[in-house]
């Protein structure tokens, strides 16, 4: 195969092995002592009856644990299934359930909602700070610190599975190979300027298949990788200071928040080489600000966990701040209407694409696998164009788009609009039921400070500034926070969810 990711964290300890590998809080271990704690975990599975092909899941928040567990399983040739600690007991025991998972690495305080779930009998149960059922701290002091036996893998070998956060019913897992996380690493290091004098910051969920985009290419150069227990703009920005951070991905929530903080300077960011935006659109009004308070340094990362990516570098993100960027290279890129056909520049349609990161298709579901890849390509769901040099201008997903009396809007375009106002930090739109039109925009919005603004000012104001009559938002709603995702992005579906239900009912 072409990278040997198994083999991964031996190399880094013998080329590196005095390098500082992690960083978790104020626990810093070099590659050396990293190796034999990644050796441990792997044969402490081992001696629990872990082999290839195996499943073992993570319900755990952000640790050193979760991130040996995370290159240990990989060693053997079991397959990795990262799974959110704030799933509740039914979704946590199907996902366990559908992985088919022999083992999960887990907390204390998840014991309770795994055992509501029912767990199945066989599945092992290790616990990363204590002692019931199995201890995993003791198991691995016990185990042996020698590489384990070397596992013969191919390129289609799974690596992981990834379950998305689903929108209805059961979520989808998708499958990544070893030969997907090679790409992640090559691409990734090339595409962000990654190597091994590198810093890397990841305050955000490690379980969001987000993480890996930095995670990956900063193991496989043997840089230096920091994290977390969870995301705070405060220490986010005081770690970037005190370490000279040099890569740091965050969803636009945090980056909205780290430019909030009283503790923002860009002068304590200067050592930042990369900011990278995933996981939802950034709003045109925060990319000017941050590339006019920290120019050249922003890179926005469009994808897909399915596998297929477009990146705005930090040379275009001014020039090309409308755009998500082009697909990297081995990527493909087309834009197809409804008909089938390609669209010209300018037209919108279905973004579809094909690249040696896309998934292998998703867990125990040929008839979705089917109906996502056609012929090799992806076809996303989500709707775009093609500006007039080939960039990708990201218009919203097929799913949020708003039939208001036959006319499609597109939330994104009234979110621009209503970011513009100085009194709205952050803001959603959807559609909610209307008895003349079927559906109608209504506008959700944080303020800067409480009291800043009224509902009905704000709907005037942006009323006032739509490109279109049918952009007009029917309703402002005020929230103190949004739901949102693990990975902290905003949750649409749960913001629209009371409006339909009341439909319904």
């Given at each position: 195969m072409l990278l040997q990711l198994d083999q991964l964290i031996h190399r880094n300890a013998r080329y590196r092995p005095s390098s500082p590998a992690v960083t978790f809080e104020d626990t810093t271990v070099d590659w050396r002592e990293f190796e034999e704690r990644v050796n441990?975990?792997?044969?402490?599975?081992?001696?629990?009856?872990?082999?290839?092909?195996?499943?073992?899941?993570?319900?755990?928040?952000?640790?050193?644990?979760?991130?040996?567990?995370?290159?240990?399983?990989?060693?053997?040739?079991?397959?990795?299934?990262?799974?959110?600690?704030?799933?509740?007991?039914?979704?946590?025991?199907?996902?366990?359930?559908?992985?088919?998972?022999?083992?999960?690495?887990?907390?204390?305080?998840?014991?309770?909602v795994l055992r509501a779930g029912e767990l199945r009998p066989e599945l092992r149960v290790l616990v990363a700070d204590g002692p019931e059922p199995l201890d995993y701290r003791a198991l691995r002091a016990r185990a042996s610190a020698a590489p384990p036996p070397r596992v013969a893998l191919a390129e289609d070998d799974l690596y992981n599975i990834m379950y998305t956060s689903g929108t209805t019913g059961l979520p989808k897992g998708i499958l990544h190979s070893h030969f997907t996380r090679s790409m992640y690493s090559l691409i990734f290091s090339a595409a962000f300027r990654i190597t091994p004098e590198?810093?890397?910051?990841?305050?955000?969920?490690?379980?969001?298949?987000?993480?890996?985009?930095?995670?990956?290419?900063?193991?496989?150069?043997?840089a230096h990788f920091i994290t977390h227990e969870q995301f705070d703009p405060r220490r986010a920005?005081?770690?970037?200071?005190?370490?000279?951070?040099?890569?740091?991905?965050?969803?636009?929530?945090?980056?909205?928040?780290m430019l909030g903080s009283p503790a923002f300077a860009p002068e304590r960011l200067a050592s930042l080489q990369c900011l990278l935006s995933l996981g939802a659109p950034l709003l045109k009004e925060h990319k000017d600000r941050l590339n006019s308070l920290l120019p050249g340094r922003f890179h926005e990362l469009y994808g897909l966990t399915e596998g297929f990516i477009t990146i705005l570098d930090k040379t275009d993100a001014v020039r090309k701040s409308s755009s998500v960027g082009v697909p990297t290279f081995f990527n493909e890129l087309r834009i197809v209407l409804e008909d089938g056909t390609e669209a010209r520049p300018g037209q919108v349609g279905e973004i579809?694409?094909?690249?040696?990161?896309?998934?292998?298709?998703?867990?125990?579901?040929?008839?979705?696998?089917?109906?996502?890849?056609?012929?090799?390509?992806?076809?996303?769901?989500?709707?775009?164009?093609?500006?007039?040099?080939?960039?990708?201008?990201?218009?919203?997903?097929?799913?949020?788009?708003?039939?208001?009396?036959?006319?499609?809007?597109?939330?994104?375009?009234?979110?621009?609009?209503?970011?513009?106002?100085?009194?709205?930090?952050?803001?959603?739109?959807?559609?909610?039921?209307?008895?003349?039109?079927?559906?109608?925009?209504?506008?959700?919005?944080?303020?800067?400070?409480?009291?800043?603004?009224?509902?009905?000012?704000?709907?005037?104001?942006?009323?006032?500034?739509?490109?279109?009559?049918?952009?007009?938002?029917?309703?402002?709603?005020?929230?103190?926070?949004?739901?949102?995702?693990?990975?902290?992005?905003?949750?649409?579906?749960?913001?629209?969810?009371?409006?339909?239900?009341?439909?319904?009912?």
């Amino acid at each position: 195969m072409l990278l040997q990711l198994d083999q991964l964290i031996h190399r880094n300890a013998r080329y590196r092995p005095s390098s500082p590998a992690v960083t978790f809080e104020d626990t810093t271990v070099d590659w050396r002592e990293f190796e034999e704690r990644v050796n441990r975990v792997a044969n402490m599975l081992t001696e629990l009856g872990i082999t290839k092909g195996d499943k073992v899941a993570t319900v755990s928040a952000n640790s050193l644990e979760l991130l040996e567990t995370y290159f240990a399983v990989p060693m053997l040739g079991a397959v990795l299934v990262p799974l959110s600690p704030l799933l509740l007991p039914s979704g946590l025991a199907s996902l366990l359930r559908d992985s088919d998972a022999k083992c999960v690495v887990t907390q204390q305080s998840m014991l309770p909602v795994l055992r509501a779930g029912e767990l199945r009998p066989e599945l092992r149960v290790l616990v990363a700070d204590g002692p019931e059922p199995l201890d995993y701290r003791a198991l691995r002091a016990r185990a042996s610190a020698a590489p384990p036996p070397r596992v013969a893998l191919a390129e289609d070998d799974l690596y992981n599975i990834m379950y998305t956060s689903g929108t209805t019913g059961l979520p989808k897992g998708i499958l990544h190979s070893h030969f997907t996380r090679s790409m992640y690493s090559l691409i990734f290091s090339a595409a962000f300027r990654i190597t091994p004098e590198s810093i890397t910051l990841h305050t955000g969920a490690l379980i969001f298949n987000g993480a890996f985009v930095t995670m990956m290419p900063t193991f496989f150069q043997g840089a230096h990788f920091i994290t977390h227990e969870q995301f705070d703009p405060r220490r986010a920005i005081e770690a970037i200071e005190r370490h000279h951070v040099t890569h740091m991905m965050v969803v636009p929530t945090q980056i909205i928040a780290m430019l909030g903080s009283p503790a923002f300077a860009p002068e304590r960011l200067a050592s930042l080489q990369c900011l990278l935006s995933l996981g939802a659109p950034l709003l045109k009004e925060h990319k000017d600000r941050l590339n006019s308070l920290l120019p050249g340094r922003f890179h926005e990362l469009y994808g897909l966990t399915e596998g297929f990516i477009t990146i705005l570098d930090k040379t275009d993100a001014v020039r090309k701040s409308s755009s998500v960027g082009v697909p990297t290279f081995f990527n493909e890129l087309r834009i197809v209407l409804e008909d089938g056909t390609e669209a010209r520049p300018g037209q919108v349609g279905e973004i579809v694409g094909r690249g040696p990161m896309l998934m292998l298709g998703y867990y125990k579901r040929p008839d979705l696998t089917a109906e996502a890849l056609r012929d090799g390509w992806l076809f996303t769901g989500d709707m775009g164009s093609l500006d007039e040099d080939g960039y990708l201008c990201l218009v919203d997903r097929k799913k949020d788009m708003i039939d208001s009396g036959g006319v499609k809007v597109y939330p994104r375009d009234v979110e621009e609009v209503a970011i513009r106002h100085p009194a709205i930090r952050e803001v959603a739109v959807f559609g909610v039921p209307h008895e003349k039109w079927g559906e109608t925009p209504l506008a959700a919005v944080i303020l800067t400070d409480p009291g800043a603004a009224q509902a009905d000012q704000l709907r005037d104001w942006i009323n006032a500034r739509v490109q279109a009559r049918y952009q007009r938002v029917s309703r402002v709603v005020i929230h103190e926070d949004f739901p949102r995702s693990p990975a902290g992005k905003t949750l649409k579906r749960e913001l629209r969810k009371p409006y339909w239900e009341t439909k319904a009912g």
